[in-house]
Each structure stands twice: as structure tokens, then as C-alpha cells.
């Protein structure tokens, strides 16, 4: 009996990337291909690479490069993939170069130099298709691209402009998850919240209901679900406010990832980004009165070309201002290709790490009183792992990788996606611990 294909698989990058990487996988497995995480049980390897800033870059081409040594036939995909000639200088020996979301290059490339076996079982494929997350949470892709220019960044050149899904597709794999076992969906896109744009929001029908494709019907409809329903990578724009009263009914998740990347003016005109961050602060004010438990997550720049020093200090006094729940930060990296990297006054290195760190201490005490607040409340938790000492959680303040954890201590009863009623009780600047209530 001749052996299976077997396809060894490596995904680096965002949950964008991640979602590329399971409809590939996906795919593999309905075609009868068996999926190996040992590159000497894999007849080839795909990498799906990311190319956003110089370290993404470099561990990309490392994890081609030790694929190369490894196996010896490799097929690359992903952001990375859009500077082929950068990939073939390093490894020339690379099978196929394909871009970001390309699941039929991928796949030619696959059938190409490892043809699919006869008579694939495709009853043996999952109806929701093959997940990379754990079965109790999975990303929901909702569109490809972005119709923004941000001098900071190179994602349209690398996934193109704003193209979504009609709603009908993404709400039906929704419920697919969440008949599988899914009990959050992390809704993501490189900007959710223009969702249906590039469709005109055209009404799409939903189980005989005419619905528009638009972020807030979207959001309305996966509401629906009774899961949680997290919403990501959401620009700022005035519809977003309407969205706010969902999460008020409990409809989805009061939380909010919001990119605001800065809050000078000068600066994020600089970034082609909205610059308004007093309006901003109003808004922010606005949707705390319509749902108080709303938690909102945003990242930053520092050291961006040009920045003075009284500009940052503008942003720490925003920090101040807004009190937002979860902050990540970066320094400026020069992203080759971005336009930003001929602006002038480039920020020299040491002072771009002085102020990530002054800025990381700055909004670790706002967190750490944020969280302060809650000890004492009763609130659900997702529970996403049992270890001996007890179980890890998330609230509905946390999503996964990015932001805290609750941790219980002795409930080594529970199961990973049981949610549980828990009293906080401790809390630091990211995490909290409680006991079951």
C-alpha cells in the first residue's frame, strides 16, 4: 500500500495569516494530503511567512531556511512571498513563491510536486474544516486587504485593497464553529470595521432575512450565535458608535481593539492616520456611558520620524486621559517599502527604546488600577486550560494571546471551554486570580 502525501506546515504572522494557514490546511485535508508537524515524516513543507517589520523578516526566512535543511522541498506563501526576489537571494532552492491569501497558487504548487492521492476520504473533514486554535476559539476572517495608505505600513502592497466576503459566507461559517464547539469567535480583519465597503454594503440574505454587509449587521447577526463574539482591528470610524449598544444587551463582547497607533495630530497626519484625538476622548467617553464594562485595547508608536519630545508627551498625557484597559506598544521600525521611511528627523534608536519604556510603565500602572477596580466583582470566564495548580481563564476582558489571564487556583476539575462564574480577588498590571463562585 503505497504510503499518503504528507505536507508539513509552518505559520508565522498575525491571525490573518493564521486564518490563510487553516483554509490552506483545510484544503490539504479534503484532498486526501496527510498534515505532519515533523519535517522528516513530510514528503514537503509550506511556510506561510510574514514580512511587516525587519524581525518578522528574518524569522521568516530563518524558519524557510531550517525547513531547506530539514526537508529539502519547500513551498513559500504569505506576506513574505510579495518580495520573491528577496526569498530566492537567501534560498534559492525554494520550490514556488506565492503571496498572501493565495490558496490556489499554493495548491497548484502543492499538486505540482506532490501529486494528491487517489480517492480522498472527504468525509473525514470537519464541517467547520481544519483549526489551529483550540476547538473552544477560532479567528473569523471577515476580508482581505485595506483601502488605508499609512506611511508606517505595507499591508496593501502586500494583500491588496478592501475585499470582503458577503455576509452570507462569513455568518455561515460562523455557525459552523460554533456547532463544532466554539464557544468565541475573534472576529479579524486588517480593518474590520469597514467591512462591506468594497461591496457597496449590498444586502445579502441570512436564513431568508435580507441583510445588509456592514460591519453593525455583522455584528447584529453573530450576535445571535449566544457565544462570544470579540471584535478586532476596528478603525475608529463615526458607525463604529453604533455598535456600542450591542454590547450594552450583551449581544457581543464589550470590548473593543482599536488601533489608535497615536494621539498628536502633527504625528498622525505624518502616519496618514485620523487625527483627532479629542474627539476621540469624547467618543471614548460616550461609549463608557452607554456600556461601563466596555474594555478597550489599542497599540501605539513611538519614536515615529519626527516625534519630539513634547509630542510623546502628548501621547502619555492621552494615556491618561483615555484609561485604556490593554495597550500594546512599538517602536517605529523602517518597514521596507513604507513611505515613511523617507520622512525627516528619524528618531535615533536609544531614544525610540527610552520612550517604549517610559511609555510601557506609563500605561502599566493605568492598567494595573484598571484591573485593581474589578477585584472583588463575580464575573464569566472561558476557561482555556487545566493545569496541575488549577485552570487558566480568560474574562471577557481578555483575548487570547494578546491580553491577561484569570487564574483559579485548585479547579483542576474543569475543561478547557466550560465557562464558570469566578470572584476576583488579586490582580497586577496585566493578570487576575480569583476562586469559583
Known amino acids: 500500500m503505497s504510503k499518503t502525501p504528507t505536507v508539513g506546515f509552518i505559520s508565522l504572522g498575525c491571525p490573518k495569516a493564521l486564518v490563510d494557514s487553516e483554509k490552506i490546511l483545510t484544503q490539504l485535508r479534503s484532498e486526501g494530503y496527510e498534515v505532519s508537524p515533523s519535517y522528516q515524516e513530510a514528503d514537503?513543507?509550506?511556510?506561510?511567512?510574514?514580512?511587516?517589520?525587519?524581525?518578522?523578516?528574518?524569522?521568516?526566512?530563518?524558519?524557510?531556511?531550517?525547513?531547506?535543511?530539514?526537508n529539502g522541498k519547500v513551498i513559500v506563501t504569505g506576506c513574505l512571498g510579495a518580495r520573491e526576489a528577496e526569498i530566492r537571494a537567501?534560498?534559492?532552492?525554494?520550490?514556488?513563491?506565492?503571496?498572501?491569501?493565495?490558496?490556489?497558487?499554493?495548491?497548484?504548487?502543492?499538486?505540482e510536486h506532490l501529486p494528491a492521492p487517489h480517492d480522498p476520504f472527504m468525509d473525514l473533514l470537519p464541517p467547520q474544516g481544519i483549526k489551529l486554535t483550540p476547538k473552544h476559539y477560532a479567528y473569523l476572517k471577515i476580508s482581505e486587504g485595506c483601502n488605508h495608505r499609512c506611511t508606517f505600513c505595507i499591508i496593501p502592497s502586500l494583500r491588496g485593497d478592501l475585499e470582503s466576503r458577503l455576509l452570507?459566507?462569513?455568518?455561515?461559517?460562523?455557525?459552523?464553529?460554533?456547532?463544532?464547539?466554539?464557544?468565541?469567535?475573534?472576529?479579524?480583519?486588517q480593518d474590520t470595521s469597514a467591512y462591506g465597503l468594497d461591496l457597496n454594503y449590498q444586502t445579502d440574505f441570512w436564513k431568508g432575512k435580507g441583510r445588509k454587509t456592514r460591519f453593525y449587521e455583522l455584528a447584529d447577526a453573530l450576535?445571535?450565535?449566544?457565544?462570544?463574539?470579540?471584535?478586532?482591528y476596528v478603525y475608529p470610524y463615526p458607525h463604529v458608535d453604533a455598535v456600542i449598544p450591542l454590547m450594552a444587551q450583551g449581544k457581543i463582547l464589550p470590548y473593543l481593539d482599536i488601533p489608535f497607533q497615536h494621539a498628536n495630530s502633527r504625528i498622525?497626519?505624518?502616519?496618514?492616520?485620523?487625527a483627532a484625538s479629542e474627539n476621540v476622548?469624547?467618543?471614548?467617553?460616550?461609549?463608557?456611558?452607554?456600556?461601563?464594562?466596555?474594555?478597550?485595547?489599542?497599540t501605539f508608536i513611538v519614536g515615529f520620524p519626527g516625534e519630539t519630545e513634547q509630542e510623546f508627551t502628548e501621547l502619555l498625557d492621552f494615556l491618561s486621559a483615555a484609561q485604556l484597559d490593554r495597550v500594546g506598544c512599538?517602536?517605529?521600525?523602517?518597514?521596507?517599502?513604507?513611505?515613511?521611511?523617507?520622512?525627516?528627523?528619524?528618531?535615533?534608536?536609544?531614544?525610540?527604546q527610552q520612550r517604549l519604556e517610559r511609555f510601557m510603565a506609563h500605561q502599566a500602572e493605568i492598567s494595573a488600577d484598571r484591573l485593581q477596580q474589578r477585584i472583588g466583582r463575580i464575573e464569566t470566564v472561558l476557561i482555556d486550560e487545566v493545569v496541575a495548580e488549577g485552570a487558566i481563564a480568560r474574562s471577557k476582558a481578555d483575548a487570547p494571546e494578546i491580553d491577561g489571564q484569570v487564574f483559579i487556583d485548585g479547579a483542576t476539575h474543569l475543561k478547557a471551554g466550560e465557562f464558570v462564574q469566578v470572584k476576583l480577588e488579586e490582580a497586577d498590571e496585566h493578570d487576575m486570580w480569583g476562586h469559583l463562585f
Not at 513563491?97 to 493565495?102: D, F, N, P, Q, Y
Open 44 to 70: 514537503l513543507v509550506v511556510v506561510n511567512t510574514c514580512g511587516f517589520i525587519d524581525a518578522a523578516v528574518e524569522e521568516s526566512l530563518d524558519s524557510i531556511g531550517e525547513a531547506i535543511t530539514e
Open 90 to 111: 537567501r534560498h534559492p532552492q525554494v520550490l514556488k513563491v506565492t503571496g498572501a491569501h493565495a490558496l490556489k497558487e499554493v495548491m497548484a504548487a502543492v499538486h
Open 168 to 189: 452570507s459566507d462569513v455568518l455561515l461559517e460562523a455557525e459552523r464553529l460554533a456547532n463544532a464547539g466554539a464557544k468565541e469567535l475573534l472576529v479579524v480583519a
Open 223 to 232: 450576535g445571535e450565535l449566544g457565544i462570544w463574539i470579540r471584535m478586532h
Open 268 to 274: 498622525l497626519k505624518l502616519m496618514k492616520r485620523p
Open 281 to 298: 476622548l469624547q467618543r471614548i467617553k460616550a461609549w463608557r456611558e452607554i456600556c461601563p464594562d466596555i474594555t478597550l485595547r489599542s
Open 330 to 352: 512599538f517602536p517605529y521600525s523602517p518597514v521596507k517599502g513604507a513611505v515613511a521611511n523617507e520622512l525627516a528627523n528619524p528618531v535615533p534608536e536609544e531614544v525610540k
